[in-house]
């Protein structure tokens, strides 16, 4: 009886939740990744719901299908989301699922950000060899600001594209954020002015728009093929130049297993620093602004030594 | 309604893939249960798996989907043919060989990745397959295939009847670890075959399991937003512990009877300290 009664409640609760019909008057977002939920929020305010498919913890690389997932794509009006080949393990599979016409490629309600930046590490050759780069550069175009005011900028377009009505308050959220980002962007620059041409280890390369926009150096990649393990001959020429140079840490984000990195840490006394990779990574970093600063904070404390 | 109909449209292809799956894999499982080769799948699907990414070194990967699928099924085939001539051995032994090309299979994948990451998408795409991509397209392939199977099996049999499980069994696997992955099709072969263990009516209760086991655990999976497969696998081991649970209360349990319970049990609990996918 009393799981009856649990159950009785369970079922109660889905139908609540099957049925609750939602407002109409808003925009349906599904966004990829947290950093473009914080974006699109950011622009357009009380007027999105948005879902975003992945945390702060998981790999956008890969992930796992859930019904819900389906669901949520299925009742988005605007998809935005990385691109440059981040998702092709699973959004090409949740587009053909979902059926939903106003997201798929074609249309203006399917918004690639890193679409609208020039973007690094794009291969000269298209040579297997060249390890696991994507034909299509790298994908993390979120950890340059300047980048990201472009996405913006773009952003801010498309959705007047979809909701021309709606022109106003799209342009004047806009410009508040980019105001507010542009001195933003002035005030981190000042800030990370002792670490210009900085070296820095890196695990993976996650952070080479970072490095991009604030001139660090990337001086090794730690684990330069994501998933195999580098060999002996690998370390050891990380090891000898690691020696001889003044590498200041070496940086793993927050989603990484950072155990390669303490190996390398232990041998080299260098500090591993941690740093949040997009918004959510705990409890500091809940916008792009506080990403920003979180990031800057942490270089800063090892960097400066 | 409309939310329920939704969801329906969402699970009914996942559904109809896995009842497909089930089909040649509960009589396949049954055997391999019989055969005390537990681990022959993993062994098969890390072998298509290797088969592709060695492939992959010298092919494109995106363009030529019938040469790479053909390849996958010519490694499992390999594989299979060569455990098929050690079959006289003594099941520890084939164990042990079977896990030892598990492990060069597994770590044959690393050493080729490294020479080319770019065979990984692959990889992980033949290893972890995901109930819930299925489509009406890959229904369709999977009809054909099991068709197929059917069909080998058939005529096969009549000439040798182990050669033709090994065959069916290296194409069948092949095929459902890349829509459902390979702890799904673990479970899809070994548990409603121990589940029916106790069953006066074997098939009937497998069926059971199989068919309840996937049902369930879709909807589960709906009901509290998590990842299908591995829902479906701890569904499929609760529902076939009630079946055996329900089929052994009544019975006279003799002394060979728990020796058997014991065994079928730890055998059990094997599976369900496999983590989830």
Same mark, same amino acid.
């Given at each position: 009886?009393?799981?009856?009664?649990?159950?009785?409640?369970?079922?109660?609760?889905?139908?609540?939740?099957?049925?609750?019909?939602?407002?109409?008057?808003?925009?349906?977002?599904?966004?990829?990744?947290?950093?473009?939920?914080?974006?699109?929020?950011?622009?357009?305010?009380?007027?999105?719901?948005?879902?975003?498919?992945?945390?702060? &913890?998981?790999?956008?690389?890969?992930?796992?299908?859930?019904?819900?997932?389906?669901?949520?794509?299925?009742?988005?009006?605007?998809?935005?989301?990385?691109?440059?080949?981040?998702?092709?393990?699973?959004?090409?599979?949740?587009?053909?699922?979902?059926?939903?016409?106003?997201?798929?490629?074609?249309?203006?309600?399917?918004?690639?950000?890193?679409? &609208?930046?020039?973007?690094?590490?794009?291969?000269?050759?298209?040579?297997?060899?060249?390890?696991?780069?994507?034909?299509?550069?790298?994908?993390?175009?979120?950890?340059?600001?300047?980048?990201?005011?472009?996405?913006?900028?773009?952003?801010?377009?498309?959705?007047?594209?979809?909701?021309?009505?709606?022109?106003?308050?799209?342009?004047?959220?806009?410009?508040?954020?980019?105001?507010?980002?542009?001195?933003?962007?002035?005030?981190?620059?000042?800030?990370?002015?002792?670490?210009?041409?900085?070296?820095?280890?890196?695990?993976?390369?996650?952070?080479?728009?970072?490095?991009?926009?604030?001139?660090?150096?990337?001086?090794?990649?730690?684990?330069?093929?994501?998933?195999?393990?580098?060999?002996?001959?690998?370390?050891?020429?990380?090891?000898?130049?690691?020696?001889?140079?003044? $590498?200041?840490?070496?940086?793993?984000?927050?989603?990484?297993?950072?155990?390669? $990195?303490?190996?390398?840490?232990?041998?080299?006394?260098?500090?591993?620093?941690?740093?949040? &990779?997009?918004?959510?990574?705990?409890?500091?970093?809940?916008?792009?602004?506080?990403?920003?600063?979180?990031?800057?904070?942490?270089?800063?404390?090892?960097?400066?030594? | 309604?409309?939310?329920?109909?939704?969801?329906?449209?969402?699970?009914?292809?996942?559904?109809?893939?896995?009842?497909?799956?089930?089909?040649?894999?509960?009589?396949?499982?049954?055997?391999?249960?019989?055969?005390?080769?537990?681990?022959?799948?993993?062994?098969?699907?890390?072998?298509?798996?290797?088969?592709?990414?060695?492939?992959?070194?010298?092919?494109?990967?995106?363009?030529?989907?019938?040469?790479?699928?053909?390849?996958?099924?010519?490694?499992?085939?390999?594989?299979?043919?060569?455990?098929?001539?050690?079959?006289?051995?003594?099941?520890?032994?084939?164990?042990?060989?079977?896990?030892?090309?598990?492990?060069?299979?597994?770590?044959?994948?690393?050493?080729?990745?490294?020479?080319?990451?770019?065979?990984?998408?692959?990889?992980?795409?033949?290893?972890?397959?995901?109930?819930?991509?299925?489509?009406?397209?890959?229904?369709?392939?999977?009809?054909?295939?099991?068709?197929?199977?059917?069909?080998?099996?058939?005529?096969?049999?009549?000439?040798?009847?182990?050669?033709?499980?090994?065959?069916?069994?290296?194409?069948?696997?092949?095929?459902?670890?890349?829509?459902?992955?390979?702890?799904?099709?673990?479970?899809?072969?070994?548990?409603?075959?121990?589940?029916?263990?106790?069953?006066?009516?074997?098939? &009937?209760?497998?069926?059971?399991?199989?068919?309840?086991?996937?049902?369930?655990?879709?909807?589960?999976?709906?009901?509290?937003?998590?990842?299908?497969?591995?829902?479906?696998?701890?569904?499929?081991?609760?529902?076939?512990?009630?079946?055996?649970?329900?089929?052994?209360?009544?019975?006279?349990?003799?002394?060979?009877?728990?020796?058997?319970?014991?065994?079928?049990?730890?055998?059990?609990?094997?599976?369900?300290?496999?983590?989830?996918?």
């Amino acid at each position: 009886m009393h799981i009856n009664s649990k159950l009785y409640r369970v079922l109660i609760g889905l139908v609540i939740g099957l049925f609750s019909v939602k407002s109409h008057a808003v925009l349906n977002v599904f966004a990829c990744e947290p950093e473009w939920k914080a974006l699109i929020e950011i622009l357009g305010k009380e007027r999105v719901d948005v879902v975003s498919a992945t945390n702060a &913890f998981q790999d956008p690389h890969y992930i796992e299908a859930r019904p819900s997932l389906i669901v949520k794509l299925r009742r988005a009006d605007f998809l935005i989301c990385t691109g440059a080949d981040l998702e092709i393990g699973w959004l090409p599979l949740l587009l053909k699922k979902s059926g939903n016409q106003k997201v798929l490629a074609t249309q203006p309600g399917h918004f690639m950000a890193s679409d &609208f930046v020039k973007r690094l590490e794009i291969p000269h050759r298209h040579d297997r060899s060249d390890g696991d780069v994507h034909a299509a550069g790298n994908p993390h175009v979120h950890l340059d600001p300047q980048r990201l005011l472009l996405v913006a900028t773009e952003l801010k377009n498309r959705l007047i594209q979809v909701e021309p009505e709606h022109e106003r308050f799209y342009e004047n959220n806009y410009r508040a954020f980019k105001t507010r980002w542009l001195s933003n962007m002035d005030r981190w620059k000042q800030q990370a002015e002792p670490l210009l041409g900085k070296e820095f280890i890196v695990y993976h390369r996650n952070w080479s728009y970072l490095f991009d926009w604030l001139s660090l150096k990337e001086l090794a990649d730690l684990e330069p093929k994501p998933g195999v393990p580098p060999n002996s001959r690998y370390l050891t020429a990380l090891l000898s130049k690691t020696d001889s140079t003044q $590498a200041k840490g070496i940086l793993v984000s927050n989603y990484q297993n950072p155990k390669a $990195a303490h190996w390398l840490s232990e041998r080299t006394a260098l500090p591993v620093i941690t740093l949040p &990779f997009t918004v959510g990574a705990n409890d500091d970093v809940q916008t792009l602004e506080g990403l920003f600063d979180a990031i800057i904070d942490q270089l800063l404390i090892n960097g400066e030594k | 309604m409309n939310e329920l109909l939704l969801y329906v449209e969402i699970l009914l292809p996942a559904l109809i893939a896995g009842l497909l799956i089930l089909l040649t894999h509960i009589p396949l499982g049954a055997k391999v249960l019989a055969k005390g080769i537990i681990f022959f799948d993993l062994a098969i699907a890390q072998l298509a798996a290797f088969g592709v990414v060695l492939s992959a070194l010298w092919l494109d990967i995106a363009q030529e989907q019938w040469l790479i699928q053909s390849i996958a099924v010519c490694t499992a085939l390999l594989g299979a043919c060569f455990l098929y001539y050690l079959r006289t051995f003594s099941v520890k032994h084939q164990e042990a060989v079977i896990g030892i090309i598990f492990l060069l299979s597994s770590t044959g994948v690393l050493l080729v990745l490294t020479k080319d990451p770019q065979a990984h998408d692959t990889f992980q795409q033949l290893m972890l397959g995901q109930i819930l991509w299925v489509g009406y397209q890959d229904i369709a392939y999977l009809m054909v295939f099991t068709t197929l199977i059917a069909f080998f099996w058939v005529v096969l049999k009549r000439w040798n009847e182990e050669m033709a499980f090994y065959v069916a069994f290296a194409l069948a696997v092949t095929m459902s670890t890349q829509f459902i992955g390979v702890y799904l099709v673990f479970a899809s072969l070994i548990i409603p075959a121990l589940g029916s263990q106790k069953a006066s009516n074997k098939w &009937f209760t497998a069926s059971c399991i199989g068919v309840f086991g996937y049902l369930v655990g879709l909807l589960v999976s709906a009901l509290f937003d998590l990842p299908s497969g591995a829902l479906i696998s701890w569904c499929m081991v609760l529902i076939s512990g009630v079946f055996l649970v329900l089929n052994s209360s009544g019975s006279i349990v003799s002394v060979r009877d728990e020796g058997e319970r014991r065994r079928s049990h730890s055998n059990s609990h094997c599976i369900e300290k496999r983590p989830p996918e």
